[in-house]
T-cell receptor
Framework: GENVEQHPSTLSVQEGDSAVIKCTYS??????FPWYKQELGKGPQLIID?????GEKKDQRIAVTLNKTAKHFSLHITETQPEDSAVYFC????????????FGTGTRLAVRP | GAVVSQHPSRVICKSGTSVKIECRSL??????MFWYRQFPKQSLMLMAT?????????EQGVEKDKFLINHASLTLSTLTVTSAHPEDSSFYIC??????????FGPGTRLLVL
């Protein structure tokens, strides 16, 4: 089955700096890669996703890049703010975007004011 | 749009009792819902896939007789933890799939078994 590795496990940045979280996946058939933000005691919230036919996608301060050859994808957050502090999960699935997801281990991001 | 609710948000029960958790898609119909379990500081672990009108598909290692899943309508799935024990204490999260879209997650239910 699919295996998703995520690094780093914790990340601390100064407010205004950029943060980058990286994930690698094992199944070359995976074609959908969402990123979720989870705040303490809440369910995950989709923040951005990318499909395998696209190399990069951006939404305001958030961007995701995908390298299919190397089987890795990354989340980039620019101009970080204290409210960006949370746990971020990457995930991968194959088939349609509604198929089951395999999650990474999570990255705890702390943005220092 | 794409709001998923869970009820209750937290529940405390005695060992040996059963607990039912509801997952509802409030503004869309969901043919598929997923149930996850999350321990503190860990990732989400898929427990089962629930399709409306059919039996749930359980992941390896998940006891189907202990975690009963019912998906009786396109907007409601329930997870019943039967004969709960302290090791079942966890954060249970559901998600619902809107056709041709991604999974939308509920806010989670924190279960504490004493």
């Amino acid at each position: 089955g699919e295996n998703v590795e995520q690094h780093p496990s914790t990340l601390s940045v100064q407010e205004g700096d950029s943060a980058v979280i990286k994930c690698t996946y094992s199944d070359s058939a995976s074609n959908y890669f969402p990123w979720y933000k989870q705040e303490l005691g809440k369910g995950p919230q989709l923040i951005i996703d990318i499909r395998s036919n696209v190399g990069e996608k951006k939404d305001q301060r958030i961007a995701v890049t995908l390298n299919k050859t190397a089987k890795h994808f990354s989340l980039h957050i620019t101009e970080t703010q204290p409210e960006d502090s949370a746990v971020y999960f990457c995930a991968a699935s194959w088939g349609s975007s509604g198929d089951k997801l395999t999650f990474g281990t999570g990255t705890r991001l702390a943005v220092r004011p | 749009g794409a709001v998923v609710s869970q009820h209750p948000s937290r529940v405390i029960c005695k060992s040996g009792t059963s607990v039912k958790i509801e997952c509802r898609s409030l503004d869309f119909q969901a043919t598929t819902m997923f149930w996850y379990r999350q321990f503190p500081k860990q990732s989400l672990m898929l427990m089962a896939t629930s399709n409306e009108g059919s039996k749930a598909t359980y992941e390896q290692g998940v006891e189907k007789d202990k975690f009963l899943i019912n998906h009786a309508s396109l907007t409601l799935s329930t997870l019943t933890v039967t004969s709960a024990h302290p090791e079942d204490s966890s954060f249970y999260i559901c998600s619902a799939v809107r056709v041709r879209e991604t999974q939308y997650f509920g806010p989670g239910t924190r279960l504490l078994v004493l």
